[in-house]
Structure formats: structure tokens, C-alpha cells
T-cell receptor
């Protein structure tokens, strides 16, 4: 099973709302990633968790707050977002074995619209 | 600085034709080059990948050609089918977390 699941599929929120995106994998992967993808653009890395510890934060605004409760789950907490934050938010995971040919597996994404 | 440059931005091919997408990279420390395929409303999925010590890799209708001295590589899709219509990204993992640096993407349309 190489599936990464994400919920919800779609989310509409106002600028004063607080919401969370969820990601789950059961492949035993120890690295999990959040990417943001705007229309017709490549995914842009936001955060990386390695062995449940935040290892990379790509200077993401504090209105995005990641959380990794355990090795299978990754959350992205959203608060006071701006309309320009509307995008497809992708979660990915990999083994974190350090191998050169390690593959990242992506979820289907959450389509977020901020009004 | 764009680490991985991809072209063309869009490509239209007739069914049965050959689709060719090109990428060039700057960082000689890159050690692995995956290609991802993304359908609308879906996340990217690994299609095929190559290491820089290999000049060509073929999987079914998909072939990567790699030119290490020129720091260029390309994806060839033989006998292109309408079901191949998608966005294709070349990428390179870097850093301790092997985070992916993506090319800008190519939107491929295969006409029936």
C-alpha cells in the first residue's frame, strides 16, 4: 500500500477562521512533507518532519502551523489566512532511509480557498 | 536561482507521436532525477527516475535520456496516448531531508 490520504479534499474558509488539514500514511515512512501548489506551478516545499521532529521550515508564515502527533499523522493548522494562501496543499512521505533513490509519495491534496 | 529548468511549458502531440520534455540543472551535487506525473485534482506520482551515472533508462513507453556533461536530461514518451495528458515535472532531491526541487512543469496534451 503506497497511499497517502489527505482530508478534507476541499476547504473554504474565511480569513478569521481556524481550520486544520490532515495527512495520514501507513507505509512506515519516517519523513513527512507539506507542499503548497498554486495553479500551473510546481509544488513548493513548506515543512519537513523527520522522525516526528520538524527538520525544515521554509520560512513559512506563522499563520501555518505544522504538527506531527505520531509517525503516521501530519497536520497543518491554519489561522488568519490571506486570500493569496488559496492553493492545493500536498502532503508527501518517504522512508527517511537516506537512500539516494528514495521516493516521495504524494497524497491527492486539499484544495483550499480563502475568502 | 532556479535549480532545475524545464521546457517546454506546454506541449501538444498527436496520438501515437513522441512527446519530449527537457530539463537542465545547475547543481552537480544532484544525485537522482525523478520525473513526476500529475493529473488534474491529483497529487504528483513518480513516473520514472534515473541516476546521473546512467545515460538512459527505459520503462515501457517512457525513457529518460541523461547527458551528465551537459547537465541535461529529457523524458521521451513513445506512442503517446490521450491518457498521458497530464502535467509532468522533473525534479531533484537535495539536502538532508531529500526535499524535492521541481522544474516548472510541462502540460502535455495528447490529441486523439
Amino acid at each position: 500500500d503506497t497511499e497517502v490520504t489527505q482530508t478534507p479534499k476541499h476547504l473554504v474558509m474565511g480569513m478569521t477562521n481556524k481550520k486544520s488539514l490532515k495527512c495520514e500514511q501507513h507505509m512506515g515512512h519516517r519523513a513527512m512533507y507539506w507542499y503548497k501548489q498554486k495553479a500551473k506551478k510546481p509544488p513548493e516545499l513548506m515543512f519537513v518532519y523527520s522522525y516526528e521532529k520538524l527538520s525544515i521550515n521554509e520560512s513559512v508564515p506563522s499563520r501555518f502551523s505544522p504538527e506531527c502527533p505520531n509517525s503516521s499523522l501530519l497536520n497543518l493548522h491554519l489561522h488568519a489566512l490571506q486570500p493569496e494562501d488559496s492553493a492545493l496543499y500536498l502532503c508527501a512521505s518517504s522512508q527517511a532511509s537516506g537512500g539516494v533513490q528514495e521516493t516521495q509519495y504524494f497524497g491527492p491534496g486539499t484544495r483550499l480557498l480563502v475568502l | 536561482q532556479q535549480q532545475v529548468k524545464q521546457s517546454p511549458q506546454s506541449l501538444i502531440v498527436q496520438k501515437g507521436g513522441i512527446s519530449i520534455i527537457n530539463c537542465a540543472y545547475e547543481n552537480t551535487a544532484f544525485d537522482y532525477f525523478p520525473w513526476y506525473q500529475q493529473f488534474p485534482g491529483k497529487g504528483p506520482a513518480l513516473l520514472i527516475a534515473i541516476r546521473p551515472d546512467v545515460s538512459e533508462k527505459k520503462e515501457g513507453r517512457f525513457t529518460i535520456s541523461f547527458n551528465k556533461s551537459a547537465k541535461q536530461f529529457s523524458l521521451h514518451i513513445m506512442d503517446s496516448q490521450p491518457g498521458d495528458s497530464a502535467t509532468y515535472f522533473c525534479a531533484a532531491p537535495e539536502g538532508s531531508a531529500r526535499q524535492l526541487t521541481f522544474g516548472s512543469g510541462t502540460q502535455l496534451t495528447v490529441l486523439p
